[in-house]
């Protein structure tokens, strides 16, 4: 019995040595007949193991399909061998692909959030004082500007900003307006700290017949006289601008006999020492000083006489600024305002008078 089994034994060794022969044999077959390849599509090298025989078998095993306008290298009835190099390509330039140059150009999308400190800007407020005169002014409040921060999320791609969006706005401290005190004390009646001394004219002086007195018309001369400004033209700008009224207020701050505005005011204390817009001969010097400036400007941009009048007076009119880009530089050159003033200025040399 115990012989029996040993047999049995010996018999179920010698079966799985066979086996394990045969198998080794197999898988050493199967590892002969396996080739490596380098396989080049559009470009896009790897390096496949294959058992395939051919290169039709190898497109199948790797689920590759060929379209009219791919090439393939060598053909489809070509033997695999070891180390081989296939390649599928096209000369159509619509399946030619560049991976590296797309992603030389591709520029990936980051978005961030930014803070950015802007200023507040202060305002400039007018308040009405009963205790000054009319025609005077003065700062009681200097502006300074406030600070705010602004979030905003900012989208880049690459360092180009492709999309900006406000997120929110923080005041870090307020705007405090500037506070400028104007007068509203009507005093018409205009005294004088020092008596006005009337310059001696020269025989071109005319005296003429409207609602100016004689000694204020010598002084208009004699500041006409001083600033190169014909003296009939700053009559006509009196009367077109007042009526000779000299405690005239106009509706938009501006005072006087010439109607001088409140924001030349400063300027004007300062240039000509003028203590009040609403004395005549105070307003007389204003007058003829900023129609001689105009003209200076017309002088600028023109030659010709006639037109430099009308340039300083439409400029005494609307500011020279607004005229020059509103008018001139687009070829309007009269105004009703110029056309009035120089009818007024004939009118007074051919009749005298108004």
């Known amino acids: ?11 179920a060794l010698v079966i799985i040595t066979v086996m394990l022969i045969f198998i080794t044999a197999g898988i050493s077959l199967v590892a002969m007949q396996i080739k490596t390849v380098t396989f080049n599509y559009f470009g896009d090298i790897k390096t496949i193991k294959t058992l395939s025989i051919n290169i039709e078998s ?11 306008d791919m090439i393939l290298s060598p053909t489809k009835d070509t033997k695999i061998k070891n180390n081989m190099e296939i390649k599928i390509y096209s000369n159509k330039e619509i399946s030619k692909i560049d991976t590296l140059a797309m992603y030389a150009q591709y520029k990936p999308v980051v978005a961030k959030i930014i803070e950015v400190s802007e200023a507040i800007p202060f305002v400039e407020e007018q308040v009405n004082n009963p205790t000054i005169n009319r025609g005077v002014s003065k700062i009681s409040k200097e502006g300074t500007n406030g600070e705010k921060v602004i979030k905003y999320l900012v989208k880049y791609a690459g360092e180009t900003e492709i999309y900006k969006a406000e997120l929110k706005v923080d005041t870090k401290t307020e705007a405090q307006n ?3 005190e104007v007068g509203t004390k ?15 004219v020269d025989s071109g002086f005319r ?15 004699s500041m006409c006289q001083k600033y190169g400004v014909q003296y009939e033209l700053l009559l006509a700008v009196m009367y077109k601008e007042s009526g000779y009224n000299s405690g ?3 509706g938009g701050n501006s005072y006087g006999l010439c109607q001088i505005h409140i924001s030349n005011h ?9 203590s009040n817009f609403l004395d ?17 400007s017309g002088r600028k941009v023109s030659s010709d006489a006639g037109t430099i009048e009308v340039y300083a007076l439409n400029s005494y009119n609307m500011g020279e600024g607004s005229y020059f880009s509103n008018c001139y530089s687009k070829g309007i050159v009269d105004r009703s305002y110029s056309n009035s003033a120089i009818s007024i200025k004939n009118r007074l040399i051919n009749n005298g008078g108004l």
């Open 248 to 250: 005239s207020i106009g």
């Open 207 to 221: 005296s003429y017949n409207i609602k100016l007195p004689v000694d204020q018309q010598q002084y208009a001369y």
């Open 58 to 68: 190898f497109l199948l095993q790797n689920k590759i399909k060929l379209s009219d």
């Open 280 to 296: 005549p001969y105070d307003n007389i010097k204003a007058g003829a000083y900023m129609l001689s400036l105009y003209m200076n």
């Open 266 to 274: 400063t300027n004007l204390r300062n240039r000509l020492g003028i």
């Open 178 to 180: 500037k506070v400028i």
């Open 186 to 200: 009507l005093n018409p009646v205009v005294s004088r700290t020092a008596p006005v001394i009337i310059p001696t």
């Open 1 to 11: 019995m115990k012989e029996d089994k040993a047999y049995v034994l010996r018999k």
